[in-house]
């Protein structure tokens, strides 16, 4: 399948360096092309000295050279040479070429030009991390006084949480959602990706509020004044529903370089301290010691939940194409039990329970005090 280069001035190629990594190349991208992809792996722009392992082509029009069988409605389909995602972010329509049997070796996904994001590049540049030897952990990273703290678990588990409440008393920046630890376990990783700041992280960490734009303030605040209002009106469904709406979107997306005071450093450091947070029903903030290989068994699966989205597409995939099987994504489970029990082992590791929402001085608190 081949497509015809984008519409408008486009740079012959950009390139992203995921700390050597992982190596991403676009061609003929336009300027918002690049910018749609650096909203999803940061502004981590370079100029590669290597081969990139993935390479994203930009097009005006995907040529089609067969009729396209779809599977599910307008979300995926194949020709007879060819996979299509039809489906960007927030189910946007689109239509990218991904060649599941070859991620992890040298990639190439051809995308129409003008989509608010590539279709599983996340998922795809973990992968490829994953077959150069490092692991991908669903965490925040920062360094306080000179120790690496890796923060991670399941979602709405405290990860972002601790990561404001030590950022806003001086630590440094590595990464949040998604940390890349090295095959030795040694160093982690981050990408610039933007960090979801709610209205009530807010209320303990105020000089982050100035930071927010006056239109977001007010919007922020308008959300908080209509859900105060909804308690005094009697309970229906209705009610119910506008109200989880509105507490689903009174948060602000920041970059890190802002919560930095502007300077972000490597996003790199070494990893000393590992905390599993997990939300429990008990009023207190408690930490513990634990064995790291529970730890490490327990995110495996952590990881496989993050990687749902993606593994629905590979079925659509081998429903299309039996025979083009891929042993990474296939035997990923395996690979990442046993690079976990390696990387973790012998760290100094604590679970972190708490409650939620839950105080950011009070993860601070009982955080620092194992550090």
């Not at 060819?82 to 996904?109: M, N, W, Y």
């Not at 679970?351 to 194992?370: E, G, I, N």
Request: hydrophobic letters at 45%.
């Amino acid at each position: 399948m081949k497509g015809a280069p984008a519409d408008g001035p486009v740079a012959p190629r950009t390139d992203f360096d995921l700390h050597g990594l992982v190596g991403v190349r676009l061609l003929n991208a336009s300027a918002s092309d690049a910018a749609a992809v650096a909203r999803q792996l940061g502004p981590l722009p370079s100029t590669l000295d290597r081969e990139p392992d993935i390479v994203i082509r930009f097009v005006d029009r995907l040529t089609i050279a067969s009729r396209v069988r779809y599977l599910g409605v307008e979300e995926a389909g194949f020709t007879d040479d060819a996979f299509l995602v039809l489906r960007s972010r927030h189910k946007a329509p689109a239509r990218v070429q991904i060649p599941f049997d070859t991620i992890g070796k040298s990639c190439e996904i051809v995308c129409e030009s003008g989509l608010p994001a590539v279709p599983l590049l996340i998922p795809v540049v973990n992968l490829t991390a994953l077959a150069r030897g490092a692991i991908p952990l669903h965490a925040s990273a920062f360094s306080y006084n000179g120790t690496g703290v890796l923060i991670t678990g399941w979602s709405k588990g405290g990860k972002t949480e601790t990561l404001l409440a030590f950022m806003a008393r001086g630590a440094r920046y590595i990464g949040d959602e998604w940390v890349y630890v090295s095959g030795d376990g040694r160093r982690m990783f981050g990408i610039p990706e933007p960090v979801r700041v709610w209205n009530w992280h807010l209320e303990y960490v105020p000089q982050y509020r100035r930071l927010v734009s006056l239109g977001d303030r007010l919007r922020l605040r308008a959300i908080e004044s209509a859900r105060l209002l909804g308690r005094g009106v009697p309970s229906t469904r209705l009610v119910r529903r506008v109200t989880a709406i509105l507490k689903r979107q009174a948060f602000v997306d920041m970059q890190p370089e802002e919560l930095c005071g502007g300077r972000l450093g490597t996003l790199s450091g070494s990893l000393d301290k590992v905390f599993f947070a997990v939300s429990h029903d008990a009023p207190d903030v408690a930490v513990q010691a634990v064995d790291p290989q529970e730890v490490a068994g327990r995110m495996v699966f952590s990881l496989q939940h993050e990687r749902l989205d993606f593994m629905s597409y590979y079925l659509k995939f081998r429903f299309a194409f039996p025979a083009a099987a891929n042993d990474l994504i296939e035997g990923a489970e395996t690979l990442e039990r046993e690079r976990l029990a390696r990387v973790l082992a012998g760290k100094d590791t604590f679970s972190l329970s708490h409650p939620y929402p839950v105080s950011l001085d009070a993860l601070f608190q009982v955080v620092s005090a194992r550090l």
